[in-house]
């Protein structure tokens, strides 16, 4: 069984546009806006551009984006 492990922001943020169909909406500072249209309507996370973040704060990106954690980490 596959486990989610610390990612840098940057590496999340290639993850979830290479593999999930997101696309950069904008950036505040060290922040960048994710965003996809699904047929529910649109998806949005935020994802801190750090270079190590969290499981706890990977694991709200995720379910903020609907992404199951298990297929994120197979992405890694």
Known sequence: MLRLRKVSGED???????????DISGSSGSHIRLSKMTSEGKVGTV?????ELK???LKGILKQARVDPKDF???L
């Open 47 to 51: 994802v801190p551009k750090h270079p």
């Open 73 to 75: 980490a197979e992405c």
């Open 12 to 22: 999340a943020i290639k993850i979830l546009c290479n593999n999930f169909g997101f």
């Open 55 to 57: 499981i706890g704060t």
